[in-house]
């Protein structure tokens, strides 16, 4: 099956610093790209939806402004955590949907733990 | 809206056992149903795909079937193995092409050796 990967697979920083997490298909090209949200013991949260060379479109009560995604190619897409809060501790887990598949599957990366001191 | 529950929450089983995981959805109107494996701290497993047009998909000891008239999914687990224990999420994509999934909130699934 296709794979997506996501680096890193976790990070801590400090309260006020800004991370980058890093979503690359690594053997197909994605159509689109989504980033969901995980806290401990809950479900997975859509947060936004990146189409290649295209603004994310945001779920609601998600801050594009803090939250910053930019999907450059068809194999990458980032997401950058601005000015960084405990609050936004949580597993990012990235998800990639392909043509190749007459059904448009979707793969999902491994995860990003963040941790925020 | 669609709404995705689970039942149960959590299910503890000695190894061995045959058991059944329940997906419930609110819209019947969905493009396909999956189910995935998730470890503690890692992230998804696809375990299978249903298309809405599919009534069931079998891989090795899992089963998963899909009525979408009752907005209902099982699935099945044979023989059931301490390397099964994990959370068990099914995700419901909307009938319209551009949505996407709707995730439930799981079945932690402890298999006793």
């Known amino acids: 099956g296709a794979v997506v990967s996501q680096h890193p697979s976790w990070v801590i920083c400090k309260s006020g610093t800004s991370v980058k997490i890093e979503c690359r298909s690594l053997?197909?090209?994605?159509?689109?790209m989504f980033w969901y949200r995980q806290f401990p013991k809950q479900s997975l949260m859509l947060m936004a939806t990146?189409?290649?060379?295209?603004?994310?479109?945001?779920e609601q009560g998600v801050e594009k402004d803090k939250f910053l995604i930019n999907h450059a190619s068809l194999t990458l897409s980032t997401l950058t955590v601005t000015s960084a809060h405990p609050e936004d501790s949580s597993f990012y887990i990235c998800?990639?949907?392909?043509?190749?598949?007459?059904?448009?599957?979707?793969?999902f990366g491994p995860g990003t733990r963040l941790t925020v001191l | 809206k669609q709404e995705v529950t689970q039942i149960p929450a959590a299910l503890s089983v000695p190894e061995g056992e045959n058991l059944v995981l329940n997906c419930s959805f609110t819209d019947s109107a969905i493009y396909n149903l999956q189910w995935f494996r998730q470890d503690p701290g890692k992230g998804l497993t696809s375990l299978l795909l249903?298309?809405?047009?599919?009534r069931e998909q079998t891989s090795g000891r899992l089963n998963a079937s899909l009525d979408k008239s009752s907005g209902r999914s099982t699935l099945y687990i044979a023989a059931s193995q301490p390397g099964d224990s994990a959370t068990y999420l099914c995700?419901?994509?909307?009938?319209?092409?551009?949505?996407?999934?709707?995730f439930g909130p799981g079945t932690r699934l402890s298999v006793l050796p």
């Open positions: 990146s189409n290649e060379g295209s603004k994310a479109t945001y």
């Open positions: 995700a419901v994509r909307p009938g319209n092409y551009g949505q996407n999934f709707v």
């Open positions: 053997d197909f090209q994605a159509t689109t």
């Open positions: 998800s990639a949907r392909t043509r190749v598949s007459s059904y448009n599957e979707q793969f």
């Open positions: 249903i298309q809405s047009s599919q």
